[in-house]
């Protein structure tokens, strides 16, 4: 049996995540805790019992999320012991996720991961600031249809989760013209996000920037397990190559789909996905109807893994 963990991205945050991992588990608690010094602020309050809109707040959100899911995954290996757990033969994670992995596969130390995380949280919002934008899902259109309205419209395709399942971001005037199109042509749905920029697009050009300077200065090592890239959906191997797909993925699309379909291509039959929500779970249920996937989200979760 091939696993793969999988790490959520920006959304799939909620008031109180993480707060049973923290009662229960020593390990999770160790991570909220090393969270908290590292950023220089109660982040895990924030988590437990923050003001939602506070924690919607990109710059919170991303480190947040991290913080969960790294979090969930110690719980995981204190509950099991670390030579019981499956190993993965891949990591991936959605936009964001790709953050988690890195500090699973030893590419940075937890506490450089979730102030990378802060870093980029905030020089996204303050490239939406700059060149506002706008994010919607669609739902229940082609690639290649959308794709044309796309280009009707100067709009992007910025997800592509699943079948089915595609996100468009750009200047807003030019998503609500996308949007009009899209169910003009036979949509299902037009969801906007509730998001600060045109994530994923080149109005993110000076969130690159900030993170190259910024990413020269910590000590990246060679991963231990492969990373998806979400823009190629091909491994990434080498120090060398996360950075350059760490700055690539925050101006072109997320390859969700296709990431998927390459682990499963290569031997993957179960997916771990690890940290707040049940997005990912979801979309992999729509990909590859055949694979097994588990979701490990709080303490409950974490202790079924002993039954299992």
């Known amino acids: 049996m091939k696993v793969a963990y999988v790490f959520p991205g920006q959304g799939s945050q909620f008031v109180g995540m993480g707060h049973d991992l923290y009662e229960t588990f020593a390990t999770a608690k160790a991570v909220f805790e090393q969270a908290d010094e590292a950023l220089g602020f109660p982040l895990s309050r924030l988590c437990f019992d923050g003001a939602e809109d506070e924690l ?20 995981m290996q204190e509950v099991s012991g670390n030579n019981e757990l499956p190993p993965p033969v891949f990591l991936a994670g959605h936009s964001l996720g790709e ?3 890195l500090a699973v596969a030893g590419v940075l130390d937890f506490a450089t991961t979730v102030y990378l995380a802060r870093e980029r949280g905030r020089l996204m919002h303050e490239a939406g600031q700059e060149r506002p934008g706008a994010m919607a899902a669609i739902i229940g259109l082609d690639e290649a249809l959308l794709a044309g309205i796309c280009e009707e419209t100067e709009a992007k395709i910025v ?9 468009i971001s750009g200047a807003a005037e030019k998503i609500t013209k996308a949007v009009n199109l899209a ?11 509730q998001v600060s920029g045109a994530f994923h697009t080149p109005l993110m050009q000076s969130a690159v920037d900030g ?3 910024i990413i020269a200065t910590l000590p990246f090592s060679e991963p231990t397990i492969p990373i998806i ?9 080498t120090a060398d190559l996360i950075k350059e797909e760490l700055l690539r993925q925050l101006c072109n699309c997320v390859q969700w789909q296709r990431s998927i379909e390459y682990m499963v291509d290569n031997g993957v039959s179960t997916f771990i996905e ?25 303490a409950e979760a974490v202790k079924s893994i002993i039954v299992n």
């Open 159 to 167: 997800n592509i989760n699943c079948p089915g399942q595609l996100v």
């Open 229 to 237: 890239a979400n823009t190629t959906a091909q491994p990434l191997t």
């Open 274 to 298: 690890i940290g707040p929500g049940k997005v990912l779970t979801g979309l992999i249920k729509r990909i590859n109807k055949s694979v097994e996937l588990i979701n490990i989200g709080d």
């Open 56 to 75: 919607r707040q990109t710059i919170n959100a991303q480190p947040a999320i991290v913080t969960v899911s790294f979090a969930c995954l110690k719980a």
């Open 211 to 213: 993170m190259a300077e």
């Open 183 to 193: 169910k003009s042509r036979g949509a299902r749905r037009a969801i906007p996000l």
């Open 99 to 101: 953050y988690t992995a």
